[in-house]
């Protein structure tokens, strides 16, 4: 069984930044994809941004330049470092992560999310 616990939100003012940390336990054999995505009160959950093992990325375009994902794959840890913080960006921030554990056996599955919340 993988577990994803995710760390870092907060409150923060509009243009301040924070750092997500999103850390993978259990009998891991390998990590593909893990990504960050952010769920807003009456609204879908929305990627906000993914990483690949050899480090392909992909962001939504309105956090591109102020967002950076990054990924530690000894640690199996994910991270998201948020700039310039706006508004829109409050929500609950989740990571999800796909792989192989115990031999062959394929996993997919979600943290429960940290609360970001960017006050004007």
């Known amino acids: 069984q993988v577990q994803l616990v995710e760390s870092g939100g907060g409150l923060v003012q509009a243009g301040g930044s924070l750092r997500l940390s999103c850390v993978a336990s259990?009998?891991?054999?390998?990590?593909?994809?893990m990504g960050w995505y952010h769920q807003a009160p009456g609204k879908q959950r929305e990627l906000v941004a993914d990483?690949?093992?050899?480090?392909?990325?992909n962001y939504k375009d309105s956090v591109e330049g102020r967002f950076t994902i990054s990924r530690d794959n000894a640690k199996n840890t994910l991270y998201l470092e948020m700039n310039n913080l706006k508004p829109e960006n409050t929500a609950k921030y989740c990571c999800?992560?796909?792989?192989?554990?115990?031999?062959?056996?394929?996993?997919?599955?979600w943290g429960r999310g940290t609360q970001v919340t960017v006050s004007s």
């Open positions: 990483i690949t093992t050899d480090g392909r990325i």
């Open positions: 999800d992560a796909d792989g192989i554990i115990a031999g062959v056996t394929p996993f997919e599955t």
């Open positions: 259990g009998d891991i054999r390998s990590t593909n994809s």
